[in-house]
C-alpha cells in the first residue's frame, strides 16, 4: 500500500513540528525519516498511523483520503521506541492482542501467535511477562504483536534507539530481510544516519518540519540537495566564503566553480568531505599548506587532523591505509591538501528594499 | 608468619545491611593459611558459609579493590592509616539473621585480649536515644489517640453481655435502621465515587484543555470544606425551599431527609479519594500502551477493559478501600440532611398540637357561646 502525504502541518503551542509537507511512499518500499530532534519526524509517522492529527493537509493510503480516519481503523502496524509492550500481559497475550479485539477465533489466535514467535525467533518464551525480557527481545515482541493483525504497512518510531549496538546491528539486518519477505510498505525513523542508508531504499532527510530532501541512500550522499543535508550526512569539512565570477574564495580553498559567474560577489559556503581531500608532500601550485596534527587509524581507514595555519582552520581527512602508508606521515609534518570536488551552496541572498 | 602473633591481627569486622565487611591491620595483609583467629575467621567465612563472592559496588570496574573502595566510600568507613578493607562481602540468606551474632562473637574473640585492635563498625545504627524517643513518641501516639478509645469501643459494647449486645443490635428498630442505611448508602456513594473518578482520572492526565487545573484544584475541595457545610448547601439547594425545589416537588422526588439525599451528601464528601489516587498513577503509566491498544484496532471499551483497568486495578483498589472507609465513617454532612428529619417531625407534630390545641379552644368558646 503506498502512502502520499499533501501539505501536512502540524504546531504545538509556539513550535511549528511540520509545515507543509508533502511526501510520496512507494508500495512495498522500507523508507527511512531521517534527521535530527525535533525535526517532526516522529510527529509525521504519528500523523500516518492516526496517533495524531494534522492541522491541515491530508493522508492518502493508495489514494483512499485516511485523514479523518481513526487509527484503530488504519490498518497499520506501529512500534514504539520503547516497545510499550502491555506489561500486565505475557508475550503471547501481547502478540495476540490485535486479533482478540477484533474477535478472531481462538483457534486461529494460537496458530497465529505461534507463527509470529517463531518468525521474530521467541519460540517458548510465550509465557514470559515482558519485564523478563531484554531489550532486544522485547522489541521483537512489539514487532511480532504490530504484524500480527497483517497490517498493510509498518510504522516504526526510532526502533532500535534504546537497544545496544551489537543487538542493533543484529536486528537491522533482521528486519531488512524480514522486510524482503513480507513486502509490506514500512516506515522508520531514526536519527543515524548509518541506520537509514544501512536499511532504507529510500531517504527522506528532515530538518524543522521540513523535507530537505527525498531519494536513495546513494542519490542523498552523493548529490545532497541542501547544505543541511550535506552537513548533516557525515563528517564534512566546512569552508564559509564567497564567489565571484566563477571562483569560489573560501578560505584555504580557492578554486574554480562554473556555477556562478557573475561578477557581483555572493556569499556561499563550500563542504567537502574528509575522502575528497587528497594529501601529498610536494607542495604544488594553488594548493593548500597545512600541517598534521593527529594520525588516527579506524580499520581500514585513518583519520587525519590538519591544521592550515594561515587561515587557523582544522581539516579532516580520512585516508585509506595503503596510501598512508605509502606517504608515512607523521604529526607536524607540513603537507600540502587539494580538494578533489567540492560542494557549494549559495544561500538566497538577502534582499533589502 | 603469624604463628605466635594470634593476638596482633586487628580483624574488624562490620554489618552493613545484608554485606559484611573484614578490615584488617596493614601488617596482618601477609597473613593467610595460618590458624590464627584472623585466618579463621576468613576460614569460616569461606568454607562453612560459602559466600565469598564480592559484592560488585563500583560499576566502572569490578575488580575486588574497586568494589572494596567503593564500598568504604559509599559506607563511609572511616579508615585510619594503617588499617585497610580486605573484602566485602554479601551474606547468604540463612546468615543475616545471624550476622549480627558471628560478627560481634569474632570481634569480641580477639578484642578479649584487649591487644587486637578491634573495633565494631554499624553504619545505618543510630544513637540508642533517638531511636527510643522516635519509637516510644510512635507507640504513645497509636496507643493513646486509636487503640485505647478502640478497645474501649468494644468493652463498652459488651459489658452487659454478649446476649444483651445482640438483643440491642437486632430489637431496636433505630439500630436496625441505621445498620440498613449504613450498608445502603455506603455501596451507592463507593459507586458513583469510583465510575467519577475514573472519568475524571482519564479526563484530567489523557486530555489538555483549558480549565484543567481548575478542575484539578477543584476536585480537591470536599477535602477543606466542613462536611456540615456541605449538608447544608445540599439542604439549601434540594431542601423544600430550595432552588430545585419546585423541579423535585413536580417529579415527586424527595432529596432531603430521604436516601437520596443521604447519598448525595455521603458521595461530596468521599469525592476526591478514587480520583486523587488515579491522578498521579496514570500520568506516570503514559497514555503509550494505550496509543499502542487503539494502533492495534482496540475500540473505547476494549481499550479500558484490558488495557487501562488492569494496569491501575491496584491503585483504583485502594482508592476505593480509602473512599469505602471514609463514606462508613461520615456522619457531619449526613447527620445535616439526615438528623434535621427528627427536627422536622418535632415541627410538625407542634404544628399539628397548636392546630388541634387552637381547634379545641374554638369548639369550647362555641360551646360556652350557646350555653351562654
Same mark, same amino acid.
Given at each position: 500500500?503506498?502512502?502520499?502525504?499533501?501539505?501536512?502541518?502540524?504546531?504545538?503551542?509556539?513550535?511549528?513540528?511540520?509545515?507543509?509537507?508533502?511526501?510520496?511512499?512507494?508500495?512495498?518500499?522500507?523508507?527511512?525519516?531521517?534527521?535530527?530532534?525535533?525535526?517532526?519526524?516522529?510527529?509525521?509517522?504519528?500523523?500516518?498511523?492516526?496517533?495524531?492529527?494534522?492541522?491541515?493537509?491530508?493522508?492518502? %493510503?493508495?489514494?483512499?483520503?485516511?485523514?479523518?480516519?481513526?487509527?484503530?481503523?488504519?490498518?497499520?502496524?506501529?512500534?514504539?521506541?520503547?516497545?510499550?509492550?502491555?506489561?500486565?500481559?505475557?508475550?503471547?497475550?501481547?502478540?495476540?492482542?490485535?486479533?482478540?479485539?477484533?474477535?478472531?477465533?481462538?483457534?486461529?489466535?494460537?496458530?497465529?501467535?505461534?507463527?509470529?514467535?517463531?518468525?521474530?525467533?521467541?519460540?517458548?518464551?510465550?509465557?514470559?511477562?515482558?519485564?523478563?525480557?531484554?531489550?532486544?527481545?522485547?522489541?521483537?515482541?512489539?514487532?511480532?504483536?504490530?504484524?500480527?493483525?497483517?497490517?498493510?504497512?509498518?510504522?516504526?518510531?526510532?526502533? %532500535?534507539?534504546?537497544?545496544?549496538?551489537?543487538?542493533?546491528?543484529?536486528?537491522?539486518?533482521?528486519?531488512?530481510?524480514?522486510?524482503?519477505?513480507?513486502?509490506?510498505?514500512?516506515? %522508520?525513523?531514526?536519527?543515524?544516519?548509518?541506520?537509514? %542508508?544501512?536499511?532504507?531504499?529510500?531517504?527522506?532527510?528532515?530538518?524543522?518540519?521540513?523535507?530537505?530532501?527525498?531519494?536513495?541512500?546513494?542519490?542523498?550522499?552523493?548529490?545532497?540537495?541542501?547544505?543541511?543535508?550535506?552537513?548533516?550526512?557525515?563528517?564534512?569539512?566546512?569552508?564559509?566564503?564567497?564567489?565571484?565570477?566563477?571562483?569560489?574564495?573560501?578560505?584555504?580553498?580557492?578554486?574554480?566553480?562554473?556555477?556562478?559567474?557573475?561578477?557581483?560577489?555572493?556569499?556561499?559556503?563550500?563542504?567537502?568531505?574528509?575522502?575528497?581531500?587528497?594529501?601529498?608532500?610536494?607542495?604544488?601550485?594553488?594548493?593548500?599548506?597545512?600541517?598534521?596534527?593527529?594520525?588516527?587509524?579506524?580499520?581500514?581507514?585513518?583519520?587525519?587532523?590538519?591544521?592550515?595555519?594561515?587561515?587557523?582552520?582544522?581539516?579532516?581527512?580520512?585516508?585509506?591505509?595503503?596510501?598512508?602508508?605509502?606517504?608515512?606521515?607523521?604529526?607536524?609534518?607540513?603537507?600540502?591538501?587539494?580538494?578533489?570536488?567540492?560542494?557549494?551552496?549559495?544561500?538566497?541572498?538577502?534582499?533589502?528594499? | 608468619?603469624?604463628?605466635?602473633?594470634?593476638?596482633?591481627?586487628?580483624?574488624?569486622?562490620?554489618?552493613?545491611?545484608?554485606?559484611?565487611?573484614?578490615?584488617?591491620?596493614?601488617?596482618?595483609?601477609?597473613?593467610?593459611?595460618?590458624?590464627?583467629?584472623?585466618?579463621?575467621?576468613?576460614?569460616?567465612?569461606?568454607?562453612?558459609?560459602?559466600?565469598?563472592?564480592?559484592?560488585? =559496588?563500583?560499576?566502572?570496574?569490578?575488580?575486588?579493590?574497586?568494589?572494596?573502595?567503593?564500598?568504604?566510600?559509599?559506607?563511609?568507613?572511616?579508615?585510619?592509616?594503617?588499617?585497610?578493607?580486605?573484602?566485602?562481602?554479601?551474606? !547468604?540468606?540463612?546468615?543475616?539473621?545471624?550476622?549480627?551474632?558471628?560478627?560481634?562473637?569474632?570481634?569480641?574473640?580477639?578484642?578479649?585480649?584487649?591487644?587486637?585492635?578491634?573495633?565494631?563498625?554499624? /553504619?545505618?545504627?543510630?544513637?540508642?536515644? +533517638?531511636?527510643?524517643? &522516635?519509637?516510644?513518641?510512635?507507640?504513645?501516639?497509636?496507643? +493513646?489517640?486509636?487503640? +485505647?478509645?478502640?478497645?474501649?469501643?468494644?468493652?463498652?459494647?459488651?459489658?452487659?453481655?454478649?446476649?444483651?449486645?445482640?438483643?440491642?443490635?437486632?430489637?431496636?428498630?433505630?439500630?436496625?435502621?441505621?445498620?440498613?442505611?449504613?450498608?445502603?448508602?455506603?455501596?451507592? !456513594? +463507593? &459507586?458513583?465515587?469510583?465510575?467519577?473518578?475514573?472519568?475524571?482520572?482519564?479526563?484530567?492526565?489523557?486530555?489538555?484543555?483549558?480549565?484543567?487545573?481548575?478542575?484539578?484544584?477543584? =476536585?480537591?475541595?470536599?477535602?477543606?470544606?466542613?462536611?456540615?457545610?456541605?449538608?447544608?448547601?445540599?439542604?439549601?439547594?434540594?431542601?423544600?425551599?430550595?432552588?430545585?425545589?419546585?423541579?423535585?416537588?413536580?417529579?415527586?422526588?424527595?432529596?432531603?431527609?430521604?436516601?437520596?439525599?443521604?447519598?448525595?451528601?455521603?458521595?461530596?464528601?468521599?469525592?476526591?479519594?478514587?480520583?486523587?489516587?488515579?491522578?498521579?498513577?496514570?500520568?506516570?503509566?503514559?497514555?503509550?500502551?494505550? &496509543?499502542?491498544?487503539?494502533?492495534?484496532? /482496540?475500540?473505547?471499551?476494549?481499550?479500558?477493559?484490558?488495557?487501562?483497568?488492569?494496569?491501575?486495578?491496584?491503585?483504583?483498589?485502594?482508592?476505593?478501600?480509602?473512599?469505602?472507609?471514609?463514606?462508613?465513617?461520615?456522619?457531619? /454532612?449526613?447527620?445535616?440532611?439526615?438528623? =434535621?428529619?427528627?427536627?422536622? =417531625?418535632?415541627?410538625?407534630? /407542634?404544628?399539628?398540637?397548636?392546630?388541634?390545641?387552637?381547634?379545641?379552644?374554638?369548639?369550647?368558646?362555641?360551646?360556652?357561646?350557646?350555653?351562654?
Amino acid at each position: 500500500m503506498s502512502i502520499r502525504i499533501c501539505g501536512v502541518s502540524r504546531r504545538f503551542g509556539a513550535f511549528q513540528a511540520l509545515s507543509g509537507v508533502d511526501l510520496q511512499v512507494p508500495s512495498g518500499s522500507l523508507t527511512a525519516l531521517l534527521g535530527p530532534s525535533g525535526s517532526g519526524k516522529t510527529t509525521l509517522l504519528r500523523i500516518i498511523a492516526g496517533l495524531e492529527s494534522a492541522d491541515s493537509g491530508r493522508v492518502l %493510503f493508495d489514494d483512499r483520503d485516511v485523514t479523518d480516519l481513526a487509527a484503530r481503523e488504519r490498518g497499520v502496524g506501529f512500534v514504539f521506541q520503547h516497545y510499550v509492550l502491555f506489561r500486565h500481559m505475557t508475550v503471547a497475550e501481547n502478540i495476540a492482542f490485535g486479533l482478540r479485539v477484533r474477535k478472531a477465533p481462538a483457534f486461529e489466535v494460537t496458530s497465529r501467535v505461534q507463527e509470529l514467535l517463531h518468525l521474530v525467533r521467541l519460540e517458548g518464551l510465550g509465557q514470559r511477562l515482558p519485564a523478563e525480557l531484554s531489550g532486544g527481545q522485547r522489541q521483537r515482541v512489539a514487532l511480532a504483536r504490530a504484524l500480527a493483525v497483517r497490517p498493510q504497512m509498518l510504522l516504526l518510531d526510532e526502533p %532500535f534507539g534504546a537497544l545496544d549496538a551489537r543487538v542493533r546491528q543484529e536486528l537491522r539486518g533482521w528486519l531488512r530481510r524480514l522486510h524482503q519477505e513480507m513486502h509490506v510498505t514500512t516506515v %522508520f525513523v531514526t536519527h543515524d544516519q548509518e541506520e537509514a %542508508f544501512e536499511m532504507a531504499d529510500q531517504v527522506v532527510v528532515m530538518n524543522q518540519g521540513r523535507i530537505e530532501q527525498t531519494g536513495s541512500p546513494q542519490e542523498v550522499f552523493d548529490h545532497p540537495a541542501t547544505s543541511f543535508v550535506m552537513d548533516f550526512l557525515g563528517n564534512v569539512n566546512v569552508f564559509h566564503g564567497r564567489v565571484t565570477a566563477g571562483r569560489l574564495e573560501a578560505g584555504p580553498l580557492n578554486m574554480e566553480y562554473s556555477g556562478y559567474t557573475r561578477d557581483e560577489p555572493r556569499n556561499a559556503t563550500a563542504y567537502v568531505r574528509p575522502h575528497e581531500l587528497e594529501l601529498d608532500r610536494q607542495p604544488g601550485q594553488g594548493l593548500l599548506q597545512a600541517t598534521v596534527l593527529q594520525l588516527t587509524p579506524a580499520g581500514s581507514l585513518v583519520r587525519i587532523r590538519l591544521l592550515a595555519e594561515g587561515y587557523g582552520v582544522e581539516l579532516n581527512v580520512d585516508m585509506v591505509r595503503e596510501r598512508a602508508e605509502q606517504l608515512q606521515l607523521c604529526c607536524g609534518e607540513r603537507v600540502s591538501v587539494r580538494p578533489k570536488t567540492a560542494r557549494i551552496f549559495m544561500p538566497e541572498p538577502e534582499y533589502v528594499i | 608468619m603469624c604463628a605466635d602473633s594470634e593476638f596482633e591481627f586487628g580483624s574488624l569486622g562490620g554489618v552493613f545491611g545484608e554485606h559484611g565487611v573484614e578490615i584488617a591491620t596493614r601488617e596482618s595483609q601477609e597473613c593467610a593459611g595460618c590458624d590464627c583467629a584472623y585466618c579463621d575467621v576468613r576460614q569460616f567465612v569461606g568454607d562453612e558459609i560459602g559466600f565469598t563472592e564480592e559484592f560488585p =559496588l563500583s560499576e566502572e570496574c569490578e575488580s575486588e579493590i574497586c568494589s572494596v573502595n567503593a564500598f568504604a566510600e559509599d559506607f563511609d568507613l572511616s579508615l585510619s592509616d594503617d588499617e585497610e578493607l580486605v573484602s566485602v562481602f554479601t551474606f !547468604a540468606d540463612e546468615f543475616v539473621s545471624e550476622g549480627d551474632g558471628f560478627w560481634s562473637e569474632s570481634v569480641c574473640h580477639s578484642g578479649d585480649d584487649g591487644s587486637g585492635s578491634v573495633r565494631s563498625v554499624r /553504619a545505618t545504627a543510630d544513637p540508642l536515644w +533517638v531511636r527510643v524517643l &522516635l519509637i516510644g513518641s510512635a507507640l504513645t501516639v497509636t496507643v +493513646v489517640l486509636i487503640l +485505647v478509645p478502640l478497645v474501649y469501643v468494644f468493652v463498652q459494647a459488651f459489658s452487659a453481655g454478649v446476649g444483651e449486645w445482640w438483643s440491642q443490635l437486632t430489637a431496636d428498630p433505630d439500630t436496625r435502621h441505621s445498620i440498613f442505611l449504613t450498608f445502603s448508602v455506603v455501596p451507592a !456513594a +463507593v &459507586l458513583a465515587n469510583t465510575v467519577f473518578g475514573i472519568a475524571a482520572a482519564w479526563t484530567l492526565t489523557r486530555f489538555q484543555f483549558r480549565g484543567r487545573l481548575l478542575l484539578l484544584t477543584l =476536585l480537591d475541595l470536599p477535602f477543606a470544606v466542613s462536611p456540615v457545610v456541605a449538608g447544608l448547601c445540599i439542604l439549601l439547594i434540594y431542601g423544600a425551599q430550595g432552588w430545585l425545589s419546585p423541579l423535585l416537588k413536580s417529579a415527586g422526588i424527595q432529596v432531603v431527609f430521604a436516601w437520596p439525599g443521604l447519598v448525595l451528601a455521603t458521595t461530596f464528601v468521599t469525592l476526591p479519594f478514587v480520583a486523587r489516587e488515579l491522578i498521579p498513577l496514570m500520568e506516570s503509566l503514559g497514555a503509550d500502551e494505550e &496509543l499502542a491498544a487503539v494502533s492495534l484496532g /482496540a475500540g473505547p471499551w476494549q481499550l479500558f477493559w484490558r488495557v487501562t483497568l488492569p494496569n491501575i486495578r491496584w491503585g483504583l483498589l485502594f482508592g476505593v478501600i480509602q473512599c469505602h472507609a471514609r463514606a462508613i465513617g461520615e456522619f457531619g /454532612a449526613v447527620k445535616v440532611v439526615s438528623v =434535621l428529619t427528627l427536627m422536622a =417531625l418535632a415541627t410538625l407534630a /407542634a404544628a399539628w398540637g397548636l392546630e388541634h390545641w387552637a381547634l379545641r379552644r374554638v369548639e369550647q368558646v362555641d360551646q360556652v357561646e350557646q350555653g351562654g
